[in-house]
T-cell receptor
């Protein structure tokens, strides 16, 4: 799986958009970008994933650059409950064979401030 | 409700004792994983299994053992050979077709005294 780089921490004012960047410059053509978050002392929670098109669901939006070397997770109106560690990972999609190992880095600690 | 259950949430053991952490899922997922998390650190993969009766070592398997006798169960044994077993342990499962987002349990915090 490709390596990702994220800032260690970020702050965001409550009600504002939180933009969390992720660099994955060595991503290959068959690798997807996934985002998870982990609220303190809980298990990580899946947020969103994408290949090359921008994606949106009820939790967040994912913007992937045209060259796919970086992406941004957007929480449109951050609340205090969004305070968590956010993980960006890349992994192959299916039809690639082999074990689908999932590896997490340190992530970005997002602090939403009242 | 479908989900993944880890038990117990908190576990205390004396040094030198083996301890087994439970992980059960009713999501009909083929793949299951065990991770370890230390304070301020990311998740490190211990073992993973894609099908029943088969599992592979992850990045930090030394001092741990697993079994996968049933699709829904993937217990982890922390043996006395694990030098620093105190940590937060997370179990996860996923499909192996389509888009395999992983579902995580709520974790077991193991403290060895």
């Amino acid at each position: 799986d490709a390596k990702t780089t994220q800032p260690t921490s970020m702050d965001c004012a409550e009600g504002r958009a939180a933009n969390l960047p992720c660099n994955h410059s060595t991503i290959s053509g068959n690798e997807y970008v996934y985002w998870y978050r982990q609220i303190h002392s809980q298990g990580p929670q899946y947020i969103i994933h994408g290949l090359k098109n921008n994606e949106t669901n009820e939790m967040a939006s994912l913007i992937i650059t045209e060259d796919r070397k970086s992406s941004t997770l957007i929480l449109p109106h951050a609340t205090l409950r969004d305070t968590a560690v956010y993980y960006c990972i890349v992994r192959v999609g299916f039809n690639s064979g082999g074990y689908q190992k999932v590896t997490f880095g340190i992530g970005t600690k997002l602090q939403v401030i009242p | 409700d479908g989900g993944i259950t880890q038990s117990p949430k908190y576990l205390f053991r004396k040094e030198g004792q083996n301890v087994t952490l439970s992980c059960e899922q009713n999501l009909n997922h083929d793949a299951m994983y065990w991770y370890r998390q230390d304070p301020g650190q990311g998740l490190r993969l211990i073992y993973y299994s894609q099908i029943v009766n088969d599992f592979q070592k992850g990045d930090i398997a030394e001092g741990y053992s697993v079994s996968r006798e049933k699709k829904e169960s993937f217990p982890l044994t922390v043996t006395s050979a694990q030098k620093n077993p105190t940590a937060f342990y997370l179990c996860a499962s996923s499909r192996t077709t389509g888009f395999p987002e992983a579902f995580f349990g709520q974790g077991t915090r193991l403290t060895v005294v």
